[in-house]
């Protein structure tokens, strides 16, 4: 495949301001957004051209004829994926209005207990849309909130500065930072009251949102973060009573699966009691696998995300909370105990160890 060359914007200071009409319908689409409480299908069409806006801001066109994961930047912690998929993950609508709504009322807890300065969010893996952030920019004020806006690529910045310009909001942003934010040490005078990522994959695997958290909650132990709980559980499943396309999960009528444990937690208690961890890995649960009642159920990992308070992503609501197959030896494990780790690394994930526990 050809790789990718997204186009670069101008400047800043040569970028045209868009017409305040396109401003407008901006802030118009990111309240509908936020308030929306019908059909799916609606919010799917409010989030698409709030993400056309964004898109035409940054002057970045996705090619996904093209090789979408050229650009993408393999770390010690993880894999950041590419501008043009970073682009992509915006467009799921679910996705990006739960993201949405959770760092809005993130924002308003700390506004609401009277915070004598503007709240600061910290955004780190914001693409080359900044779309969890540049939509809230037109809700709030920059003397209410202000942003520090990092991703790894410099190109996705340089697209960002376009987007904050273009839609005249650049008094909502401290600073811009082209960084791993593994090693980013946070300045003291920007110490963020929420910390706002989604580098992330389903069962919190191959990318570095654990790694990420970890290291600036360590900076600005009293953030919020958002989200702010990623949790996985094991089922035993019938496949063939799963859902194989990303698709909304219907209230009672849920696939025949049979709850086994958690097995890991992502949040800002569980990160805290990791501080004196010094390892290339963390704890997480022993849980009994049941004999299967049948032999094609097996056992799988599932992924709930809730960005902030009532907000969550459930199973099949979009990429990251797909469901991923635990990878055993039936006889193995039936009726015994396995215990986890996850692995940090460049490859990081959930580990079921060699030995089972009788």
Known sequence: ??????????????????????????????????????????????????????ENAADFQI???????????????????????????????QRTAIFLRGLHDAIASVIEVGSPEPVRVLYAGSGPYAALAVPLMTVF?????????????????????????????????????????????IPGDLLPHIILSETMSTALEKEPQVAIMRHLLRQAPD????PEWVRVDAFLVDTSKEVDVIMPEQEGAH???????????????????????????????????PPPPEPHYRPYLFTTITTYGKHVLQTHDCSLTGIREIPVNDAAIAGKTSQFHYQLGAAPGLVREDKSLS
């Open 1 to 54: 495949m050809t790789d990718i060359e997204p186009s670069s914007p101008l400047p800043a200071d040569e970028a045209a301001i868009l017409d305040e009409s396109i401003i407008e319908e901006l802030k118009h689409l990111t309240h509908e957004t936020l308030t929306h409480d019908g059909p799916r299908g609606i919010l799917a069409g409010l989030v698409g051209e709030l993400v056309e806006i964004l």
């Open 63 to 93: 090619e996904s004829r093209l090789d979408v994961t050229a650009g993408e930047t393999s770390s010690g912690d993880g894999l950041a994926i590419s501008p043009t998929q970073a682009a992509m993950c915006a467009g799921e609508f």
């Open 141 to 185: 004020s920059p003397e209410a909130v202000r942003f520090t806006i990092l991703d790894i690529h410099p190109e996705s910045i340089e697209h960002v500065k376009s987007v904050v310009h273009r839609l005249g909001l650049t008094q909502s942003v401290d600073d811009y930072v082209v960084a791993d934010a593994c090693d980013y040490t």
């Open 223 to 226: 953030a919020i973060i958002v």
């Open 255 to 289: 696939p025949d699966r049979i709850p086994v444990g958690t097995v890991f937690e992502l949040n800002a208690e569980t990160i805290r009691s990791w501080v004196s961890l010094t390892g290339d890995h963390l704890p997480a649960a022993a849980i009994d696998i």
